[in-house]
């Protein structure tokens, strides 16, 4: 298994700020995913973080409002960029190790835009 | 178009019956199936992989069927207890992917065992 923590846990941001979420993992992953959750619903793929290289962004998601970063194996950082109330949300990382095709979550980072 | 259903109404069971959730999904060809579940406010935990050729699996109380035929994944917990409550989601990975093994998720359904 991997373990994996996210910061900030919880925020309340101001309209229009950005806010940058970062997930570090216990071990070396091949594979990074960022989720977002929103009240009520399932979970939606934002993107899969590349290591080395652009993320590849799900239908819907563009990287000037989510860029995100890898810049080695074990971390990951998203950003929300202009923020509206429509972005209150859980954002969650996830990873798949090299070895099984489990995907295990981090605890998420709870958003509230005002 | 592509669609993983889970019924979206909450399933009220009393301690110690079977719950069976229940799973279908349209125009994929998943590898394998997963099952998590998730707790208010937290990320989902991992509970249940089946694949495709597998048409049952056990782990403790949980049992998990998959019938590609139907296109159906039903999830049991038997002897359920109160702790058993929270949401449980199928997630499944498209054998055509693009190559970036990624999981979709069905919107979940929410458990509630009654002492």
């Known amino acids: 298994s991997a373990v994996i923590s996210q910061k900030p846990s919880r925020d309340i941001c101001q309209r229009g700020t950005s806010l940058t979420i970062q997930c570090q993992v216990d071990s070396q992953v091949t594979m990074m995913f960022w989720y977002r959750q929103q009240p009520g619903q399932s979970l939606t793929l934002i993107a899969t973080?590349?290591?080395?290289?652009?993320?590849?962004?799900e239908s819907g998601f563009v990287i000037d409002k989510f860029p995100i970063s890898r810049p080695n194996l074990t971390f990951s950082t998203l950003t929300v960029s202009n923020m509206s109330p429509e972005d209150s949300s859980i954002y969650l990382c996830s990873v798949r190790q090299a070895s099984g095709n489990t995907i295990y979550f981090g605890e998420g980072s709870w958003l509230t835009v005002v | 178009s592509q669609k993983i259903e889970q019924n979206s109404e909450a399933l009220n069971i009393q301690e110690g019956k079977t719950a069976t959730l229940t799973c279908n999904y349209t125009n994929y060809s998943p590898a394998y199936l997963q099952w998590y579940r998730q707790d208010p406010g937290r990320g989902p935990v991992f509970l249940l992989l089946?694949?495709?050729?597998?048409k049952e699996k056990r782990k403790e109380r949980l049992k998990v069927t998959f019938d590609t035929t139907l296109k159906q994944s039903l999830f049991h917990i038997t002897a359920s207890q109160p702790a058993d409550s929270a949401t449980y989601l199928c997630?499944?990975?498209?054998?055509?992917?693009?190559?970036?093994?990624?999981?979709?998720f069905g919107a979940g359904t929410r458990l509630a065992v009654h002492p």
């Open positions: 997630a499944l990975d498209p054998i055509y992917s693009g190559g970036y093994n990624k999981l979709i």
């Open positions: 973080a590349n290591q080395g290289s652009e993320a590849t962004y």
């Open positions: 089946i694949r495709e050729n597998e």
